[in-house]
């Protein structure tokens, strides 16, 4: 298989580290609010290189963290005046749930930033020792980019011009240079208690060091390949492979792979410019979860994509017509169950190319373009009426291989039910807590997604609007 390694700035072809596995980190997400689509985006990419890694007979071992502690955490807790733990604790819940709904397969760890300060004090200990870092007055941490001579190497930057060892004074931090960054953050009022005990005093990790950290510890000094969308290429990669390289010696990743964003009007789908949707909002508009990430898998990751909901309507057509062609093949097996050791040549001919489709840096565009030219096909032939039973049960199978890397192919229907579901017990757990507001807010929620909530002494019943 090939793909495009941002490093490298050209197509290789994967070879693991370590014989037939594959180790892979992702950079998930801030539990600090619902993720939006455009974040998914990002995931629905990681868990389609991973469902085709393991189509491809690799073991796959993929880490995605969990970032429960920094700016917009600490300030959305003090807020809500609840614990960090708490506040977080919601959107972690959330994420999982969405996760669900847009069927992610589970990655095999997904570690708290939370629960691993330790392992990055260790690490920001060895830089220091090393001489990577240093320690400014006010017991902050920096990195200090002018001794790692590869800086740059990823974003394909130019460092000639940053003069290393110009002391610039901020406002809030002392630093070497103006773009050291922070891998520890000394404690400050606006944190509130938010702060752990280190060897340069109390304080927070920064953002890039916990992914070093995180990652290391979980697959290896080294490992295969780590992802994220373009925007993460700079500072944030950038500054996990100076950490890290300056810590190991050793190289980090072989592989950096970026999606592109999913834009709306040509901009880039974020909290900050207000122009998101939750999954939770395209949900109450009666999309399914299965649609959107038809939408979000079917474009080739590495092109920018534009939201719309005529691109979820265009989906909902595309997956009406597959499970036209299903019900087809399964009113064609009847009770047949035996599958045949060969495909119908039309079927065959589709499994080779939606293999070479998929080789070529998951190229999905001419992966579908396959599949729909199988069903095309395996039409005429199902209205000549010379297709067999054990025939189409084969067909089936091949389908069900199929979806073992898309994803979309298999009716969910469990989907809404999956969010209410996981409404209902927020809900729940809201009311034990006495916390009238969020159970309201709950409640408002899962109305605008069609469903009226009822509490009765045998619990809460629910009744579709
Ligand atoms: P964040 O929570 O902002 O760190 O983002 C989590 C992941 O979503 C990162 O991999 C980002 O690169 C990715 N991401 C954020 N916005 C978009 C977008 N509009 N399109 C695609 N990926 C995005
Ligand atoms: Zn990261």
Redesign the pocket.
């Known amino acids: 298989m090939k793909i495009y390694n941002t490093l490298k700035r050209q197509m290789e072809e994967i070879v693991p580290l370590e014989n037939n596995h594959v180790r892979m980190y992702?950079?998930?997400?801030?539990v600090y609010d619902y993720?939006?689509i455009?974040?998914f985006?990002?995931?629905v990419f990681e868990d389609l290189l991973r469902r085709y890694l393991k189509y491809c007979g690799y073991r796959v071992t993929h880490v995605m963290n969990l970032?429960d502690v920094d700016d917009k955490t600490i300030k959305g807790s003090l807020q809500a005046k609840v614990s960090l733990d708490e506040y977080t604790r919601k959107y972690k819940d959330a994420f999982f749930g969405d996760l669900k709904t847009l069927n992610i397969e589970s990655a095999e760890h997904y570690p708290a930033a939370t629960a691993h300060i330790p392992e990055m004090i260790v690490l920001i200990a060895r830089l220091v020792e090393k001489g990577y870092a240093y320690r400014s007055d006010d017991g902050s941490v920096y990195f200090s980019i002018g001794k790692f001579k590869d800086y740059g190497k990823l974003a394909h930057l130019d460092m000639s011009g940053l003069r290393a060892g110009a002391r610039v004074v901020q406002d809030e931090y002392e630093k070497e240079n103006v773009a050291d960054f922070a891998l520890w953050k000394a404690a400050v009022d606006s944190d509130g208690d938010v702060a752990w005990d280190s060897p340069w005093g109390r304080g927070r990790p920064g953002w890039h060091i916990e992914c070093s950290a995180m990652s290391m510890k979980y697959l290896g000094e080294s490992f295969d390949i780590h992802t994220?969308?373009?925007?993460?290429i700079f500072p944030h990669h950038e500054d996990e492979i100076a950490q890290s390289e300056a810590a190991t010696g050793k190289p980090f990743v072989k592989y950096w792979m970026h999606?592109?964003?999913?834009?709306v009007d040509g901009r880039?789908?974020?909290k900050s410019l207000g122009n998101f949707f939750t999954l939770r909002d395209v949900l109450s508009r009666g999309y399914s979860g299965r649609e959107v990430r038809y939408v979000l898998v079917s474009a080739q990751y590495s092109q920018t994509l534009n939201f719309s909901f005529d691109a979820l309507n265009g989906a909902r057509a595309s997956l009406s017509r597959i499970d036209e062609f299903k019900e087809r093949l399964k009113e064609t097996a009847g009770s047949v169950e035996r599958v045949k050791n060969s495909l119908p040549a039309w079927a065959e001919k589709a499994k080779q190319e939606f293999k070479v489709a998929l080789d070529n840096d998951l190229n999905m565009p001419e992966a579908l373009a396959t599949l729909f030219g199988m069903i095309h096909e395996g039409n005429k032939v199902l209205n000549s009426g010379a297709v067999v039973g054990e025939e189409a049960c084969t067909v089936l199978h091949l389908l069900t291989e199929f979806d073992h890397v898309l994803g979309f192919l298999e009716k969910g229907g469990g989907e809404a039910d999956a969010i209410v579901k996981r409404l209902v017990e927020e809900r729940q757990a809201a009311r034990k807590a006495k916390n009238w507001a969020e159970s309201d807010r709950i409640r408002d929620e899962l109305a605008k997604l069609g469903w009226e909530i009822k509490d009765t002494p045998q619990g809460p019943k629910l009744r579709k609007l």
């Open positions: 992702t950079c998930g997400p801030t993720a939006h455009g974040n985006r990002a995931y970032t994220g969308g373009i925007d993460n999606c592109a964003h999913l834009v880039k789908m974020s």
